[in-house]
């Protein structure tokens, strides 16, 4: 399992999002958008899921995943691939609930920030209607991939 930097950590969580690919049993990438929930430095990070459909299905199929964040402001970006095994919900420790719902909160607070200082975004604050995670994607960083282009990497 590969380490994970503090700067690593530090620009997943910042992001709102992350693109999750899993692979289907036809050999077919699926991607599809999740919120982190936990990430370490030891290169596992934890991910709820709020449906169980295709990434559901793909990973009882295949254990192989990547996680992408993409900061197109600064032109940077890290995938990071692995494998994942899936965690029923009512196995899930208290402080992977804690975590949820503490990210779900931050997300309405920024929304209504974000709106009070009359930036465009959604009236509605669809994080409020959003269904409770089905199962967690726990998984472990075999590769992490730099997408930042060299010539904007510091000190190479």
Known sequence: MKKLSDEIIRFFRAQGCVIVSTVDSQGRPHSACKGIVKINQNGKIYLLDLYKARSYRNLKHNQRISITALDEHRFKGYCLKGKARIIATNKLPATVSEAWEAKINSRITQRVLKNLHEEKGHS??????????????????????DLTPHYLRGGE
Do not use: W
């Not at 604050?125 to 992490?144: G, K, R, S």
């Open 124 to 145: 509605r604050h669809p994080e409020a209607f959003l269904p409770q995670p089905q199962y967690l994607i726990a998984m472990e960083t075999e590769e992490i991939v």
